[in-house]
């Protein structure tokens, strides 16, 4: 069975889509996806086998340097990301080297969730058509031609204070070339298409931050490349 055919997961696709749809139909502009629940303790604690995935609007994104309002969040959560732009569309089956060579560029991002519903393995459709808890997505200038997360060290800030450093900022995401097959992959199965200039965000390269009402700012660096920062309005 493929990673996206859970019966949840075919359930709740179509209802996000057609979410999406609308929303683009309404005159709101894409941005590209996400994926989400893919720590490896979360997909062996709610049965799937691989992050379930959601979508990115414009009017969700945040400059670097700006203010995310959590106002009215349920459980508001902070990510230290790489976001990944295509520059084509990876063909079926491709590999790891092609889908590297679909990717015209890498950057930190941070995403701001709401975890409004906690996850079990019984909600994944009701996940999936609320877009995986996703409300703002930042992301920076700076960037690194080609898809290759070698050399990258991932710096991560919470109110100013270091909470996570790493020099292999794919350990608790997997690989990134894998992500963005997998979105391909489960974009295709469910009738849309991974297009050149998409935005992917690959997942968190730390656990979770559960964002309290003392934070004030969240930022990840992704030396070489550069940093991206968003403070809080509560």
Do not use: C
Not at 71 to 76: A, H, L, Y
Request: glycine letters at 10%; charged letters at 20%.
């Amino acid at each position: 069975m493929n990673a996206f055919d859970h019966p949840l997961i075919r359930k709740g696709m179509p209802l996000q889509l057609a979410k999406r749809r609308a929303r683009i139909a309404a005159g709101e502009k894409p941005l590209g996806w996400k994926v989400g629940l893919g720590a490896p303790a979360m997909m062996e604690k709610i049965g799937i086998k691989a992050p379930i995935v959601g979508y990115l609007m414009q009017d969700a994104l945040i400059a670097s340097g700006g203010t995310a309002s959590l106002k009215g969040f349920t459980r508001p959560v902070a990510e230290a990301e790489i976001a990944v732009r295509m520059a084509a569309t990876p063909k079926p089956g491709a590999s790891a080297d092609e889908v590297r060579a679909a990717i015209k560029e890498i950057m930190p991002a941070i995403e701001i969730a709401d975890m409004d519903v906690l996850p079990t393995p019984d909600n994944l459709d009701v996940i999936l058509e609320g877009d995986v808890f996703q409300r703002h997505v930042v992301i920076g200038d700076a960037t690194r031609a080609g898809g290759s997360i070698e050399g990258l060290t991932s710096r991560v800030t919470r109110s100013g204070a270091l909470i996570n450093t790493t020099t292999d900022p794919e350990a608790l995401t997997g690989k990134a070339v894998d992500i963005v097959a997998h979105v391909a992959a489960t974009l295709a199965a469910y009738g849309e298409t991974l297009l050149p200039g998409d935005i992917i965000i690959t997942g968190s390269i730390t656990p979770p931050q559960m964002l309290e009402a003392g934070d004030t700012d969240f930022a990840h660096t992704l030396d070489p490349i550069g940093k991206v920062a968003v403070t809080f309005d509560w």
